[in-house]
């Protein structure tokens, strides 16, 4: 199961945890992906979208 936008294509990046000591330990971050209903071509499916591609597109309506 893939953690991408199908819209923007945005993807899990990776990255530092940085403590107040500052040990460094790897870590991912991840988009935040909901899974909407909509239709695509006339045909009903289950896309995942991002939040920012999802209020994007709630506010051009």
């Known amino acids: 199961m893939s953690k ?32 909407i209903k909509t239709l695509v071509n006339g045909t009903a499916r289950t896309i995942k979208i991002c939040m920012k591609c999802l209020k994007a597109t709630a506010k051009s309506k």
């Open 4 to 35: 991408t936008c199908e819209i923007c294509g945005k993807h899990p990046r990776s990255g530092c945890t940085i403590s107040h000591a500052h040990n460094v330990s790897k870590r991912i971050f991840y988009p935040n992906l909901r899974s």
